[in-house]
Antibody, heavy 116, light 108 residues
Framework: QLVESGGGVVQPGRSLRLSCAAS????????MHWVRQAPGKGLEWVAA????????YYADSVKGRFTFSRDNSKNTLFLQMNTLRTEDTAVYYC???????????WGRGTLVTVSS | DIQMTQSPSSLSASVGDRVTITCRAS??????LNWYQQKPGKGPKLLIH???TLESGVPSRFRGSGSGTDFTLTISGLQPEDFATYYC??????????FGQGTKVEIK
């Protein structure tokens, strides 16, 4: 399973770090993703990381502000979010990528609210 | 980037109805099309991958079809637990992985 944490209320321009704890599967061989959902809106892919952390990809909307990392020794993902904007307000989900690039396991999400 | 367009954005149906949701890609994506179901307050759940492959444990009343640019999710014999929002997603040309805007299936 996947369990996200670290969400909360933060002012615009500040930073926040999300975590995602993985269990019950071989985390170190899985590519992983963050997907977000603004209140009342649809799903937006945010970032991806390869199984070993050597490759990372970001949506244009977060590139240069968010950093995706992982610690395979602790089965944990991290999303460092800097220079937050009000439009970053969303529930953030971590998800596991299957061998054929779809997302076969999702967490329940953590809410990030960016507001002054 | 590949754009995914779902229709309708919402629909009302009764238990037992047959429901069809369509998803169109802005360019050909082969069969790299996936369907997710999301219920309020929960993370999405994968229903179908590769356009028509049902995930283990997903009822057979769910059926996916299509290839290229046009895809369909059909629910035959809608059940109370099927009222949810459904999203399509392409995984052919990535990044980015792109989703449709969602289709909310409501009780009539």
């Amino acid at each position: 399973q996947l369990v996200e944490s670290g969400g909360g209320v933060v002012q615009p321009g500040r930073s926040l770090r999300l975590s995602c704890a993985a269990s019950e599967f071989t985390f170190s061989t899985s590519a992983m993703h963050w997907v977000r959902q603004a209140p009342g809106k649809g799903l937006e892919w945010v970032a991806a990381i390869s199984y070993d952390g050597s490759q990372r990809y970001y949506a244009d909307s977060v590139k240069g502000r968010f950093t995706f990392s992982r610690d395979n020794s602790k089965n944990t993902l991290f999303l460092q979010m800097n220079t937050l904007r009000t439009e970053d307000t969303a529930v953030y989900y971590c998800a596991r990528e299957s061998v054929d690039w779809y997302f076969d396991l999702w967490g329940r999400g953590t809410l990030v609210t960016v507001s002054s | 980037d590949i754009q995914m367009t779902q229709s309708p954005s919402s629909l009302s149906a009764s238990v037992g109805d047959r429901v069809t949701i369509t998803c169109r890609a802005s360019q050909r994506i082969g069969n790299y099309l996936n369907w997710y179901q999301q219920k309020p307050g929960k993370g999405p759940k994968l229903l179908i991958h590769a356009a028509s492959t049902l995930e283990s444990g997903v009822p057979s009343r769910f059926r996916g079809s299509g290839s290229g640019t046009d895809f369909t999710l059909t629910i035959s014999g809608l059940q109370p637990e099927d009222f949810a929002t459904y999203y399509c997603q392409q995984s052919h040309i990535t990044p980015p992985w792109t989703f449709g805007q969602g289709t909310k299936v409501e009780i009539k």
